[in-house]
């Protein structure tokens, strides 16, 4: 079955292109609040590289195996591919991305993977491709027992993704309103509500595609005055891979020194909670409008990362074509490869002591690993390799 989101990513290249050259004649480049910065687009990018990457196993083994299974031994019905059949699982897709949705951001644990998706302070279309590694885990629930009613997994997978691919272009502060349309779609000024920091704005218009289910169940929100994006808490870094992992691990951590009853309140409990002897429930603050991680590295760094960035972009997408025809081996492989080159870059853009020698290192060892999957592969690693620490030594002298 040919991926929907893999076929989508030389348009996503192509529409950020747009949106930056839109921006740049507008003008909103600069500023206090522009429409794009560099370090912020290449951080989501990288969380949209990473949590493709480990997609390849969570969603092909996890998220599509267990389906398969729930579908071929638990299934009440067994509906035909037909195209009303198709239409009304893209609808009720849609329904259960909403309810998943809405319990990502009142479910600690959910919210914990889900983070990722709202840390950039920014609002583009780069930043609807800054996904979660666990998505495939926590929307899986929700999910099953549309297998159970029948859906087979073709139909089921491809309007998955298709629903993912329409969320791409709402993701723009360039689109203002639509008029009529957004009584039933999703559009860009819905979605910015939902960004929003603002505590009119948190926790409002959840939808996918269609905003109706936000009108039906009581959490819809017009535009009003623009969004402050990001998270309440804020979030420093460029590390894809931090940024996924932390704030599972703060979670936890969390958790563990509450102890008992409120340990398990923590975890199930809405991000706002607190217990009695921490003062209780704490209420959204306003936020102030100015950015609150806006990191200036070497420019030769910030460039190097970015064709890095666009590499990897490209390998990625070459593996999701493949991947039928890759064994699990080279997928595992690739993968390693992948987040390690992403979480490489993260530590340069940051700055980290370590971050010199992880990348040198990931130039060594790169020709080796790409030779089990093909020699060839191993030949342009190499010479990528070898035009890549020359210009990290470049970039290095000259910071």
Same mark, same amino acid.
């Given at each position: 079955?040919?991926?929907?989101i893999?076929?989508s990513?030389?348009?996503?290249?192509?529409l950020?292109?747009a949106?930056?050259?839109w921006?740049?004649?507008?003008g909103?480049?600069?500023?206090?609040? @522009?429409?794009?910065? $560099?370090?912020?687009?290449i951080t989501?990018?990288?969380?949209?590289?990473?949590?493709q990457?480990?997609?390849?196993?969570?969603?092909?083994?996890v998220?599509?195996?267990v389906?398969t299974?729930?579908?071929s031994e638990?299934?009440l019905?067994?509906?035909?591919?037909s195209?009303?059949?198709?239409?009304g699982?893209f609808v009720?897709v849609?329904l259960?991305?909403y309810l998943?949705?809405r319990a990502?951001?009142?479910?600690n644990?959910l919210?914990a993977?889900h983070?990722?998706h709202h840390?950039?302070?920014?609002?583009?279309?780069?930043?609807a491709l800054?996904?979660?590694?666990?998505?495939?885990? %926590? %929307?899986?629930?929700?999910?099953i027992?549309?297998?159970?009613?029948?859906v087979? =997994?073709?139909?089921?997978l491809t %309007?998955?993704a298709?629903?993912?691919?329409?969320q791409?272009?709402?993701?723009t502060r360039?689109?203002?309103?639509l008029?009529p349309?957004?009584?039933?779609?999703?559009? =860009?000024s819905?979605h910015r509500?939902?960004?929003g920091?603002? $505590?009119?704005y948190?926790?409002r218009?959840?939808?996918?595609v269609?905003?109706?289910?936000?009108?039906?169940f009581?959490?819809?929100?017009?535009?009003g005055?623009e969004?402050?994006?990001? %998270?309440v808490q804020?979030h420093?870094?460029?590390?894809?891979?931090?940024?996924n992992?932390?704030?599972?691990?703060?979670?936890f951590?969390?958790?563990a020194r509450?102890?008992g009853?409120d340990?398990v309140k923590?975890l199930?409990?809405p $991000?706002e909670?607190r @217990?009695a002897?921490?003062?209780?429930?704490q209420?959204?603050?306003v936020?102030?409008?100015?950015?609150?991680w806006?990191?200036?590295?070497p420019? @030769?760094?910030v460039?190097y990362?970015?064709?890095w960035?666009?590499?990897?972009?490209l390998a990625?997408?070459i593996v999701?074509f493949?991947?039928?025809?890759?064994?699990?081996?080279?997928q595992?492989?690739?993968a390693f490869?992948?987040?390690?080159?992403?979480?490489a870059?993260g530590?340069?853009l940051?700055?980290? =002591?370590?971050a010199?020698?992880?990348?040198a290192?990931r130039?060594?060892?790169l =020709?080796m690993?790409?030779?089990?999957?093909?020699p060839r592969l191993a030949a342009?690693?190499a010479v990528?390799?070898?035009?890549s620490?020359?210009?990290?030594w470049?970039?290095r002298r000259?910071?």
């Open positions: 079955m040919l991926n929907p893999a076929l990513i030389p348009a996503f290249f192509l950020i292109g949106e930056l050259v921006a740049w004649r507008a909103r480049l600069r500023g206090e609040r @522009p429409i794009y910065r $560099p370090v912020d687009a989501d990018l990288s969380c949209g590289i990473s949590s990457v480990t997609g390849l196993l969570l969603a092909a083994v998220f599509a195996g389906y299974l729930a579908w638990l299934r019905l067994t509906l035909p591919d195209l009303p059949v198709w239409l699982t009720l849609d259960v991305y998943w949705h990502s951001h009142r479910v644990l919210w993977a983070i990722v840390q950039s302070e920014d609002y583009n279309l780069a930043v800054r996904q979660a590694f666990f998505t495939p885990l %926590t %929307t899986l629930p929700f999910y027992p549309i297998a159970l009613l029948g087979s =997994p073709l139909v089921f %309007t998955v298709l629903n993912t691919v329409y791409f272009w709402i993701h360039l689109v203002g309103r008029g349309v957004e009584w039933v779609m999703n559009t =860009p819905h509500v939902h960004h920091i603002n $505590p009119e948190i926790d218009n959840h939808a996918g269609f905003i109706v289910w936000d009108r039906l009581g959490t819809f929100t017009p535009e005055q969004p402050v994006y990001g %998270t804020g420093h870094g460029a590390n894809a891979i931090a940024a992992l932390q704030p599972v691990a703060d979670l951590r969390l958790a509450r102890g009853l340990a923590t199930i409990g $991000p909670w @217990p002897s921490e003062g209780g429930p209420p959204v603050p936020p102030n409008p100015g950015l609150r806006d990191p200036h590295p420019t @030769p760094i460039v990362s970015g064709v960035m666009l590499l990897a972009s990625l997408t999701l493949a991947q039928a025809d890759l064994p699990l081996a080279h595992g492989a690739l490869l992948l987040l390690w080159t992403v979480g870059w530590g340069l940051d700055e980290r =002591p370590w010199v020698r992880a990348e290192l130039l060594l060892v =020709p690993l790409l030779i089990g999957v093909d342009v690693g990528l390799s070898l035009g620490g020359l210009a990290l470049r970039a000259a910071h």
